[in-house]
């Protein structure tokens, strides 16, 4: 089929915005087929259909990812650090028991080794871990067998341990803006992201596992 559309320079064409829209579903469905059978990314675990028409997301649209425009971590990091700046103004301490300091470190450790376990997870299905990237499969075993998000979960935790080692109060009543806040500014964006890339397949996953624990 011939087009006459003025002609785009090469250095900025898109090959997917010169597919005629009269062709409809059944045209957008072969050509994104046709792209992705040359990429070695990994399928949906726990799927054996094609991931690529498993929902509904554009192309161009899946570039970005959940399309986060900020680091998830700069929300438990400010936190501790607005509670940090709260305690010189008014101090507001949680008492003198030894224990809380090595409860404090206890759970720190516990989220660094989560956030680490995590981390190798999406290495090795070779999938981005940063939320304004492409995800190219959804990991289903290890800690994502009890969680859905078990790196915002070791955000949780940590805040937690850093309220305790520091003995400042202010970081732990803090906490629950924290879980709120990642859950409408990161976790929403990017479940429905992942429901409309990977479909029922997704959804069925989330009927299995919770969002937190």
Known sequence: MHHNCPRVAPAVANPFATSPVATGIKSITTATRRRNRHRSYP??????????????????????????????PLLPLALIAGGWGLNDLSPLALGSL???????????VIAGLI???TLLQFLRARTHIEPWHPTTTVIRDGLFRYSRNPI???????????GLWLNNAW????????VVLLWRLV????????????????????????RWL
């Open 115 to 117: 956030a680490l376990l």
């Open 187 to 210: 976790i929403a964006r990017e479940e429905a992201y992942l429901e409309r890339k990977f479909g029922e397949p997704y959804r069925e996953y989330c009927r299995q596992v919770r």
């Open 98 to 108: 030894p224990w809380l300091v090595w409860a404090g470190i206890l759970l720190l």
């Open 152 to 162: 915002y979960l070791s955000f949780c935790i940590a805040t937690a341990g850093a």
């Open 43 to 72: 399928p949906l675990r726990g799927y054996t259909g094609d991931p690529t028409v498993a929902g509904h997301i554009e192309l161009e649209q899946d570039k970005r990812g959940p399309g986060l425009r900020f680091p998830p």
């Open 171 to 178: 970081i732990l009543l803090g906490l629950p803006l924290l």
